[in-house]
Nanobody
């Protein structure tokens, strides 16, 4: 069984930075990802990272967000810079036993989900 627990959300002003984390427990977890869901909108993929460290990003966050993982700590991170009000959402981490699909971050590819952490960006 894989369990995920996010931490580090909060409220910031536009232009500021924030790092959120996700503790991952369980075995044979290969693909890890971040998703977000704003009120009234569908959940969207933000970034994914594979077991070898290769990453995929949504166009909306490229150059501003960085996904990373610390295997020793079993922790997934999302470093967010240049935050915009449109980045406001509940952020979820996700994981699966499969390797990441190439070039996509699709919620259909992930079996395990965390409870989410809120990120609010004010203008």
């Amino acid at each position: 069984q894989v369990q995920l627990a996010e931490a580090g959300g909060g409220s910031v002003e536009a232009g500021q930075s924030l790092r959120i984390s996700c503790a991952v427990s369980g075995y044979s977890v290969y693909c890890r990802a971040w998703f977000r869901q704003a009120p009234g909108k569908e959940r969207e993929g933000v970034a994914a990272i594979d077991a070898d460290g290769s990453a995929t990003y949504a166009d909306s966050v490229k150059g501003r967000f960085t996904i990373s993982k610390d295997n020793a700590k079993n922790t997934l991170y999302l470093e967010m810079h240049g935050l915009k009000p449109e980045d406001t959402a509940m952020y979820y981490c996700a994981a699966d036993h499969k390797y990441c699909p190439v070039g996509s971050v699709d919620q259909a590819d992930f079996r395990y989900w965390g409870q989410g952490t809120q990120v609010t960006v004010s203008s």
